[in-house]
């Protein structure tokens, strides 16, 4: 049953939607590039199933959560909807939700150290799934990671991210465990910081890391407010939740 909010949500949706496909579009004109090499994340944090209903019925396919119980509920009340979509897990991920993660998790983004990659590998070997996994690096400019999580304001263990010297070892042990997948890199850029610089680090360590690894071509950057940049500097992958869905509460990263 259509109600008339769900009605006016829908086309709220939709013009959004149709906003940012032509700006993805500009983006990729002006970089050379075309738009079906960008793949939209719409990320739906904070928002309900409903709206995730409405942006499948409107033809998104991939969605990005950060909280696991968040994206757990989500993911369900989908499958019970018959919604065929790919969950991607893009925040910081604890050890012990790993379990649960890689139950509803098509791509996790957020790979940034050791005991995590184990942990995966082995929950997703117990269950028969094979997990998509990034290396999320932190690409913060002259500043140490620490005091570039301070300055991004994150807070409670920062935005995350392994420093570009790890990327290879972290790739390796990716691709050596059972039960992952290799797929790519994946950056937050710094706030308050032009984020060009930090794409561009990111498409070099995507560029060293496919010498090793070919198959790991996903270069998942950009949100709402850098996506023309992010595309620029060859992203694959935008993970959008403002631009398309609206404002979330401030204290919500
Ligand atoms: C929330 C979030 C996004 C989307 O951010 P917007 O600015 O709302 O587009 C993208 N990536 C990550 C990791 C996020 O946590």
């Known amino acids: 049953m259509i109600t008339r909010a769900d009605g006016a949500r829908r086309a709220e949706l939709a013009e959004n939607l149709a906003g940012l496909r032509a700006q993805i579009a500009a983006a990729c004109l002006a970089a050379g590039r075309d738009p079906a090499e960008v793949t939209l994340?719409?990320?739906?944090?904070?928002?309900?199933?409903?709206?995730?209903?409405?942006?499948?019925?409107?033809?998104?396919?991939?969605?990005?959560?950060?909280?696991?119980?968040?994206?757990?509920?989500?993911?369900?009340?989908?499958?019970?909807?018959?919604?065929?979509?790919?969950?991607?897990?893009?925040?910081?991920?604890?050890?012990?939700?790993?379990?649960?993660?890689?139950?509803?998790?098509?791509?996790?983004?957020?790979?940034?150290?050791?005991?995590l990659i184990t942990a995966l590998g082995r929950r997703a070997t117990a269950v028969g799934r094979e997990v998509r996994c990034l290396v999320q690096l932190n690409l913060a400019g002259d500043l140490a990671p620490a005091a570039a999580d301070a300055a991004s304001g994150a807070g409670q263990g920062g935005r995350g991210g392994a420093p570009a010297a790890e990327a290879a070892g972290l790739a390796d042990a990716i691709a050596a465990e059972p039960g992952l997948l290799l797929r790519g890199v994946m950056t937050v850029a710094p706030l308050g910081e032009?984020?060009?610089?930090?794409?561009?680090r990111l498409r070099e360590a995507s560029a060293q890391l496919r010498a090793r690894h070919p198959q790991a071509t996903v270069i998942s950057a950009g949100m709402s407010a850098d996506l023309a940049q992010a595309i620029s500097q060859g992203a694959t992958h935008v993970r959008i939740g403002t631009a398309l869905l609206g404002g979330r509460r401030a204290f919500v990263r």
């Not at 990005?64 to 499958?79: P, S, T």
């Not at 032009?194 to 561009?200: H, L, R, W």
């Open 194 to 200: 032009d984020p060009v610089p930090a794409f561009s």
């Open 41 to 115: 994340i719409a990320v739906t944090k904070t928002f309900p199933a409903s709206d995730v209903a409405l942006l499948a019925d409107l033809g998104v396919t991939d969605i990005g959560e950060n909280r696991d119980a968040e994206a757990a509920g989500k993911a369900a009340e989908c499958a019970a909807l018959g919604l065929s979509l790919r969950w991607h897990f893009i925040g910081q991920l604890q050890v012990n939700k790993a379990a649960s993660v890689v139950s509803y998790a098509y791509m996790v983004h957020s790979v940034d150290r050791f005991r």
